[in-house]
Each structure stands twice: as structure tokens, then as C-alpha cells.
């Protein structure tokens, strides 16, 4: 099946800073791919620019449409949220199921109840009556109801908390993912959605730093865990990165043979978070 | 057109407090007050002994009165009817004029525009619905409300006479509602194209500025107004600072505002000459008067300024983003 989104040299600058620096990649249907990165790496300005909402310059395909000139179209096979709170805040919830339901082609209206009859939602609510949980619920509950190919979400759970986020991913997954659809998800909480990822990217001042599915992290990628006295024959190898852990040493090692490790101590898989700390430790220095 | 038949619902919805309930508490404020009058006049004049009633002025109102007399209390019923429109058409202006520079600005502040944006709408369909709620339904809702008070006040009026001894039906029957109404309501799509560049240039601004919409729209011609009034002043260019400011800023600004077409033909004693002298009605109200905008080069030059500016505000909505 051909690419989802294929991106080749998209760069953008904002007035003095380059905000993609000649990104290319691509990414496949039936993925979910996390787009991870400190702030201010470019992971907005790259979703912007698959949305059409942002100029660019580069080739730029998404679902066979140039998001530049055919927005519109484009946006009957794409859904996004946009972090939370975005939702009109004078709209009711019955105004906006009504809206989206006239306007949208792909909008199935009975899925969206279903969604919402799980929720504490009232039809005759309004967005600004109800907390940032209760929001992104009914802004799911409205998306989830869009056959649509490709999702974005660009930090959707920021300032949730925790029952609300284990709660939106466990839906996105039980009740919305399969092989037909992609999604592309950016946050900052890694920890939550390193389980449901199938494919990693990292940006880092507009570049793609890392673009690989978690099977080939997990090859490419090993810690070794070993006692301080050996901490030395180990760095000789030219770690990725290096922390103490109860007087024990951890390294992080990029594509160096497990078999070199295995007798220097005990193998971990390491964390996508740790993963993320070692490759961008110097990013504000 | 089901797309924009939602949109102009979508707008109406955000702005049910402007578009309807504006115009309904002016109404309702205008009659409580005209209500009081008719009420302290009664109290007046039954505390001085003054009766307008079967003996007194007003009996001789039914009975005798001449053609002449007749059709002034005609007038003066089309005028009562007009008074109710005339200040709900003040608050329109107002209504339309904020409405228009928050339409494309609003949701960019709160960033609602990223949910707008996520649907498939056209951003040409977007801001066309927002010309269209400002051009037609927000003076729709006006002019019927509009009209709904004035026949109210036009039924009070008779009402109040009729307990002293003045016939309401014959009275009734003098004013021209339907004629009235009429005009109001064709009055509409005059309002449409003149208001067109006031609402072209707002909406730019709206889709245009980054923050502060107010400040651009408004500081921008009347700054610039003043420096073509300076030099003109120091004979410098030989700029013409009065159709500047008449043609341009007036015209940018406070073309929303219902009748300022005619206020602005005031100054033009031309305009009046091709009123045909039989012509009935009131003054400036009156249809002729409005629908005599269609061959002046003023309306239509507008209209094309306005087009281009909606056009502008179009192009800002497509590559302006919440940042």
C-alpha cells in the first residue's frame, strides 16, 4: 500500500528561526506514529504543514493531496485535535453533534451518541461549562465518529489528568484504530503512549533525529546495566548515554552488538523517555 | 449549500445575543417608553383638566376632518411605524459593525479556529457566510422585529384614542403598514451593497490583524485621513482631503449603519432632484430615495471595494493561523 504521507525537503522559517530544516519521510498507513521532541523542535509547524494550515517549501503529499492547494478536500479524510480546549467555548453540545453532522460526509452520528452516552456529556451543555476532561471527551467522541484515514493529535491530553488520558488512549485504540487508519500523535507525556506506538520519530531543531518502527528501536537500541568497577571497559565503547541507577551504571548503546554487551552486565530494553533524554540532553545547553 | 445553510446556523447560534436579542430589548425598550408617555400625558392631562376626549380636540379628528388633515395623521402613523425600525436600525449598525471585525479574529484568540479548520469547509465558504449573516440576516431580524413593534405601537396609539372616543379602525386604516412594511424590507438589499465595503473592510481587518482589530480598522483610515487632510492643508499634492474622508473613511466605516447612505446623499442636493414631486411617503425613508442609490457610481464603486476586501479577508483566513 502506498505511503500515507510522503514529505521530501520540507523546510519552513519563521522570521529568524528555521522550524523544519529539510525534512523528508514517510510514513505508512496502519501506523501510529509518535512525533516526539523537545519544545519548540518543529513538531507543530510539521503537523501544521500536513494540515495545510502553514506555507512551506518542499514536496509535500498527504493522501494524494498537496495540503497547500487542496485543503479543503483533504480535510474530509482528515481529522485533528489540536491539544486540548479548542472547542468553541460558547458552542452546546448538541449544536456542535448537529454541525459537524451536516457538514462532515463521513460523520456518523449514532457512533458519536454511543460515545457520548458513555460520558457524563448533557446534550444541552456548553463547552465552557465543562472541564478540560470533559472537552477533549466530547471532542473524541466527535472525531471517532469520522471515518477518517488519518488522525493528528497534537498534544491531546496536555493537562489532563491521569484517568482522562489512560481513558482517551485506551479509546483511540479499542474503539477507533485499525489497519486502514494512521495515526500521528505528539506529547510530551512518553510514557503513556510508548504501548500503543508502532513507529518513533524524534525532531530536534527542525531535523528528524530518529524515524524507525519500535521493533527496530528495540534492535537498535540496548542498556547494559553493570557495576561501578566496570563502568570504564564499558565507556570505552562510546556509550549514547550514561546514568547511575543504586550505585549501578546504565548505558545506553546505538546499534552495538547485544552479544559485546551481554557479558559486560545485565540487558535492558531501554525506554522510549530514556531513549528521548540521551538523544536530546544538549538541546537547551 | 446545505455546508452554508449550517454555516449561516453556526452564526447565528454564536451570535444569537446581537442578531436577535439585540433588536428584540431596543423594540421592547421603545415601546415600555412610548408606553409611559402615552400614560404621562394621560396623568397630565387629567390632573389639569384638559380632556382630549369626546368634547375636547380630538373629537373632531374623526368627524371632521378634511383630505389635507387626513393624510398628516396617515404620516404621522408611517413615521410612529418608521421610529421603531429607525432605532433598532441604530443598534444594527452597531451590532453589524463588531460583529464583522470579530467574525475572522475571534476564534483565532481563542483558538477555536483549529477545530473550524479540522472540518472540510472552504475558507471562501466560511467568510461568505459571515458576509451573509452581516448583509441579510442580522437586517432581516431587525426589520421584522422592526416591523412587529411598530405595529404594536401603531395599535397602542389607536387604542389610546380609541377611549377617547376616536374611531381605531378608521384611524387604522389611514396609516400604510403594508406600505411600510414594504419599504423596510426592500430596503434590505439597498442596506446589502452599501453596507458592502464598511463590512469588506472590517472583516479584512478581522482576518488580517494579528491582534487589536479595532485599532487597525479604524486608526488606519482615520490616520491616514489625517495626513492627506495635512497636506491638503499645507497645498502641498493638492489632495482632495473632503472625498478622502467622505468616500474612503466614512465609507469604510460607517457604511453599516442603516440610512447613513442617505446621510451621506444629503450633502448632495443632486441626488434629490430626480424624486418625482407626486412621489408619497417620508422624506428621506422613502423608497424612491433608497433604491436612486442603484444609479449612483458611490454604491457601485463600494460594492467593488468590498468584493475585493472580502476577497483579501479570504485569502487572510486561508494562511492566518492561531499564532
Known amino acids: 500500500m502506498s ?18 530544516d529539510n525534512v523528508s519521510f514517510q510514513i505508512a498507513p496502519g501506523r501510529i506514529v509518535g512525533l516526539i521532541g523537545p519544545n519548540g523542535a518543529g513538531k507543530t509547524t510539521a503537523l501544521k504543514a500536513i494540515l495545510g494550515l502553514t506555507d512551506f517549501t518542499g514536496e509535500l503529499n498527504v493522501l494524494g493531496f498537496d495540503p497547500r492547494k487542496q485543503r479543503d478536500k483533504l480535510m474530509g479524510e482528515v481529522c485533528f485535535i489540536a491539544d486540548v480546549a479548542v472547542l468553541p467555548r460558547w458552542i452546546r453540545v448538541s449544536e456542535v453533534v448537529d454541525f459537524v453532522a451536516n457538514v462532515h460526509p463521513r460523520f456518523d452520528r449514532t457512533k458519536c451518541e454511543a460515545f457520548l452516552a458513555r460520558t457524563k456529556l448533557q446534550a ?118 550514561e546514568r547511575q541507577v543504586f550505585g549501578k551504571s546504565i548505558f545506553l548503546f546505538d546499534g552495538v552488538e547485544r552479544a559485546q554487551l551481554e557479558v559486560l552486565g545485565e540487558l535492558r530494553r531501554p525506554s522510549v523517555s530514556d531513549l528521548f533524554v540521551a538523544t536530546m540532553k544538549e538541546t537547551y545547553a | 449549500m446545505k455546508t452554508f445553510y449550517w454555516l449561516i446556523k453556526r452564526e447565528f447560534w454564536e451570535n444569537r445575543g446581537s442578531f436577535l436579542w439585540a433588536p428584540i430589548i431596543t423594540g421592547g425598550v421603545f415601546l415600555l417608553l412610548n408606553i409611559m408617555g402615552i400614560i404621562t400625558a394621560e396623568v397630565l392631562g387629567a390632573q389639569h383638566g384638559f380632556d382630549f376626549g369626546a368634547s375636547g380636540v380630538l373629537h373632531r379628528v374623526g368627524t371632521q376632518m378634511d383630505a389635507g388633515d387626513m393624510s398628516k395623521v396617515a404620516l404621522a402613523m408611517d413615521v410612529a411605524m418608521y421610529s421603531a425600525t429607525a432605532l433598532i436600525a441604530v443598534v444594527l449598525g452597531f451590532v453589524v459593525f463588531f460583529y464583522c471585525l470579530g467574525a475572522l479574529y475571534d476564534d483565532r484568540r481563542d483558538r477555536s479556529i483549529l477545530f473550524w479548520k479540522s472540518l472540510p469547509i ?16 442580522a437586517p432581516a ?52 451593497l452599501w453596507a458592502l465595503p464598511t463590512v469588506g473592510w472590517l472583516l479584512f481587518c478581522s482576518a488580517w490583524a494579528r491582534n487589536k482589530p479595532f485599532l487597525w480598522a479604524v486608526a488606519l483610515p482615520v490616520a491616514t485621513g489625517l495626513i492627506v487632510t495635512w497636506f491638503d492643508i499645507m497645498g502641498l499634492f493638492r489632495l482632495p482631503a ?35 414631486s407626486g412621489a408619497q411617503g417620508f422624506g428621506p425613508l422613502d423608497l424612491w430615495q433608497s433604491y436612486h442609490l442603484l444609479a449612483t457610481p458611490a454604491l457601485w464603486a463600494g460594492v467593488l471595494a468590498g468584493l475585493g476586501l472580502i476577497a483579501g479577508a479570504i485569502w487572510f483566513r486561508r494562511w492566518r493561523d492561531d499564532s
Not at chain 1, 183 to 209: A, P, S, Y
Not at chain 2, 122 to 137: E, I, N, P, R, Y
Not at chain 2, 248 to 273: C, K, T, W, Y
Request: aromatic share 8%; charged share 20%; hydrophobic share 50%.
Open chain 2, 242 to 276: 473632503a472625498w478622502f474622508w467622505g468616500n474612503v473613511v466614512q465609507r469604510g466605516l460607517l457604511s453599516v449603519f442603516p440610512g447613513s447612505a442617505v446621510i451621506s446623499n444629503l450633502n448632495d442636493p443632486s441626488s434629490f432632484r430626480h424624486v418625482p
Open chain 1, 124 to 241: 444541552g451543555q456548553r463547552v465552557r461549562q465543562m472541564s478540560k476532561g470533559m472537552i477533549v471527551q466530547l471532542h473524541l467522541a466527535l472525531v471517532m465518529a469520522i471515518d477518517a484515514k488519518l488522525l493528528i493529535l497534537d498534544e491531546p491530553t496536555l493537562g489532563l489528568d491521569i484517568l482522562y488520558r489512560k481513558q482517551f488512549y485506551h479509546s483511540l485504540l479499542e474503539d477507533y484504530f485499525d489497519e486502514n487508519k494512521t495515526i500521528i500523535v505528539t506529547t510530551h507525556q512518553v510514557e503513556e503512549v510508548e504501548q500503543i506506538l508502532t513507529d518513533l520519530m524524534f525532531i530536534r531543531d527542525g531535523k528528524i533525529v530518529l524515524d524507525a518502527d519500535m521493533d527496530a528501536v528495540g534492535e537498535r537500541f540496548t542498556e547494559v546495566m553493570v557495576n561501578a568497577d566496570r563502568a570504564d571497559a564499558v565507556r570505552a565503547l562510546k556509550p549514547l548515554d
Open chain 1, 3 to 20: 505511503a500515507v504521507i510522503t514529505a521530501s525537503g520540507l523546510s519552513k522559517r519563521y522570521k529568524s528561526t528555521l522550524a523544519l
Open chain 2, 141 to 192: 431580524i431587525a426589520v421584522v422585529v422592526g416591523i412587529i413593534v411598530g405595529m404594536a405601537l401603531l395599535i397602542i396609539v389607536a387604542l389610546t384614542l380609541s377611549f377617547h372616543g376616536v374611531n381605531m379602525w378608521q384611524l387604522l386604516t389611514l396609516a400604510h403598514p403594508f406600505r411600510v412594511m414594504a419599504n423596510l424590507i426592500s430596503y434590505i438589499p439597498i442596506y446589502l
Open chain 2, 122 to 137: 472552504s475558507d471562501s465558504g466560511t467568510v461568505l457566510s459571515k458576509v451573509a449573516c452581516a448583509t441579510v440576516l
